[in-house]
């Protein structure tokens, strides 16, 4: 009686207190993936961001420097044309007019050429031969080459405004030098408009979002895209401008970064510095267009957690009711034989039962391998996405897309065993309906494929003897001798912790009548998994194949492994044999009949 009194106890705990840990692990084991699939996703949008970018600050950098050089070309032309010419010849000169007008006719992205003698009036120009007498010896671009200064590079000015027509310029200037080598504090002047840059800017940038600024080593803005400067002496922001100091001059011309909080709305911004002239290429994109790409990559990683999550559930809600039922019945007919309607073998053989409704109770106990075998396929199925959508070929994009199927059919056959394995009364089997012949060899290496990321482990060596093409057919579900397959082979790899090698082969084999396994006559399939790790004992090996059975620790093993293989093959009409030798290996070996 205290026995009854004891288990009746158990039956009336409260609902969830005998699978808590399951339904938690049931729920919270999909988000943890889908939080680590997620990280893992971001990390690879942004560098594939930050990749394009690079790519992107590259292409108009080239575009900018072929403007800039053309000025420089343009004005050591004008210089060499009038170098010979005193300033009074220069003053009002035809030719110096002339062949300055030639060269802005033939040059688009320079608007205007000029030449300032020392106090500061225009002495020649493309626009007008006699040009008027304006003085612009306060301007910046002139005040730059004051009389005696040593050559430098070529001086650009902010934005400025036309009085007249209110285009924008930015006026490009270079002193005219004298016969010692200095200047004489006369200058070379261009202009150019920023609107030549900023075309070049829309000629790259594929979206509103994203931008493109060119400004001097101060911050000083000479032309931005999309929004043009709009205001002379317009300079960034101090954070922008602290930016610029990221990279010092000397260092290697390339883009260099500096990334905000993306989700909190900060911007990844890249920079490039301009070869040869105090200038930096600013891109930036909005954090909206890294995060679109992200939620895309998303899509099928959260389906696939929602989808695990649903699983789970229905699985741990079917497991714990059928468990109260089956308990139920269990102490009334314990009731029964207690108060002598039956015997007491029949008694024994009711609490023999009632201790096996005990292992699935157990199922709380190996939730946690459950989980990180559905967390392997999720970040499968991750890696082959990102893989099949970054695959150069067709092929490629295939051969994801068979790793994901595979990954795939691992879940479902994992559910199936377990749900079989929870409604004994139903009679389930992994090959219904009944599958059409197929060959081996595909099944082989799909299995090969899947486990060929590393799934083994470093110390492991899989070692797949080649199929013969002559093989027969078999009658079986793929998916289902695929799941199969991998748990042998995971279970294989567990059971040598040091490593060691794992040798899958398949072969053709008669079988004659009277079999110890209890087959037909016949030709079958035999596939055999062996390892070279710790072997079992002989009382070890009694219970292999027993469900909820394992000798791992708890979290790392669901004890499925061997009971849903043995429940494939006999489904398909085989039969399975396990041969076990303590610190030598073990062998497991799949017979199949063959079909035509």
């Not at 399951?22 to 594939?48: E, R, Y």
């Not at 900018?64 to 032309?77: H, I």
Request: aromatic share 6%; glycine share 10%; hydrophobic share 45%.
């Amino acid at each position: 009686m205290a026995q009854t009194t004891v288990q009746a106890d158990r039956t009336r705990r409260p609902p969830f207190a005998e699978f808590g840990r399951l339904w938690a692990v049931a729920v919270l084991m999909p988000i943890l993936a889908l939080m680590a699939a997620g990280t893992w996703t971001w990390n690879n949008v942004v560098q594939a961001t930050s990749g394009e970018m690079a790519r992107s600050i590259d292409m108009v950098h080239e575009q900018v420097l072929r403007g800039l050089e053309t000025q420089e070309a343009v004005l050591a032309a004008v210089d060499a044309f009038v170098s010979p010419m005193s300033w009074n010849d220069i003053s009002g000169s035809l030719p110096a007019h002339d062949f300055m007008r030639r060269i802005t006719a033939a040059t688009p992205t320079i608007e205007t050429l000029g030449i300032i003698d020392p106090t500061g009036l225009i002495a020649a120009g493309n626009e007008a031969a006699v040009p008027a007498r304006i003085n612009l010896k306060f301007r910046d671009y002139v005040q730059a080459w004051p009389a005696g200064c040593k050559p430098g590079p070529t001086y650009f000015s902010a934005v400025a405004f036309s009085r007249t027509d209110g285009r924008r310029h930015v006026y490009a200037s270079r002193p005219h030098l004298g016969l010692d080598g200095n200047g004489d504090g006369g200058v070379l002047v261009a202009t150019f408009s920023p609107g030549n840059v900023e075309t070049a800017f829309a000629q790259v940038v594929q979206t509103k979002r994203t931008g493109f600024s060119l400004v001097l080593k101060d911050g000083t803005l000479l032309a931005r895209y999309p929004v043009p400067v709009m205001r002379e002496g317009e300079r960034l922001a101090g954070d922008d401008l602290a930016m610029l100091a990221l990279r010092p001059d000397g260092r290697p011309q390339t883009a260099f970064f500096s990334q905000g909080w993306l989700l909190g709305g900060g911007e990844l911004i890249a920079a490039r510095p301009v070869a040869n002239y105090a200038m930096h290429i600013i891109h930036r994109v909005d954090p909206a267009v890294v995060q679109a790409q992200w939620y895309r990559q998303m899509l099928s990683p959260t389906l696939a957690a929602g989808a695990a999550m649903l699983l789970l559930m229905a699985l741990t809600a079917r497991t714990q009711a059928h468990t109260r039922a089956e308990r139920q019945y269990l102490h009334q007919r314990m009731a029964i034989a207690e108060a002598g309607a039956v015997q007491a073998t029949e008694r024994a053989t009711f609490e023999a039962h009632l201790r096996q409704s005990e292992n699935v109770v157990a199922l709380g106990q190996i939730s946690a391998g459950i989980a990180h075998d559905f967390n392997n396929i999720l970040q499968t199925i991750v890696l082959q996405s990102d893989q099949a959508q970054q695959a150069q070929t067709l092929e490629g994009a295939k051969r994801a897309a068979r790793v994901i199927h595979t990954a795939s059919a691992r879940g479902i056959g994992l559910v199936r065993g377990l749900l079989d394995l929870t409604r004994r009364e139903a009679g389930g089997n992994y090959n219904s309906p009944l599958p059409v012949p197929q060959a081996i060899a595909p099944i082989i290496e799909d299995v090969a494929a899947f486990l060929s990321a590393g799934a083994l482990g470093p110390d492991t060596i899989l070692r797949i003897i080649p199929v013969r093409d002559d093989l027969p057919l078999v009658r079986v579900s793929a998916p289902a001798l695929e799941a199969v397959l991998i748990n042998l082979l995971v279970n294989a790899r567990d059971a040598m912790p040091k490593g060691g090698t794992i040798t899958l082969e398949t072969t053709a084999v008669a079988v004659a009548a009277g079999d110890q396994l209890g087959l037909d006559a016949g030709t079958y399939l035999r596939i055999v998994v062996g390892d070279t790790g710790i072997g079992m004992t002989a009382e070890t090996l009694a219970r292999a194949g027993e469900a909820f059975f394992t000798t791992k620790p708890a979290g790392k093993g669901t004890g499925l492994g061997l009971s849903m293989a043995r429940g494939f093959a006999q489904g398909a009409g085989g039969a399975i044999s396990l041969a076990s030798t303590e610190g030598v290996g073990t062998i497991v070996a799949i017979f199949l009949p063959v079909g035509s």
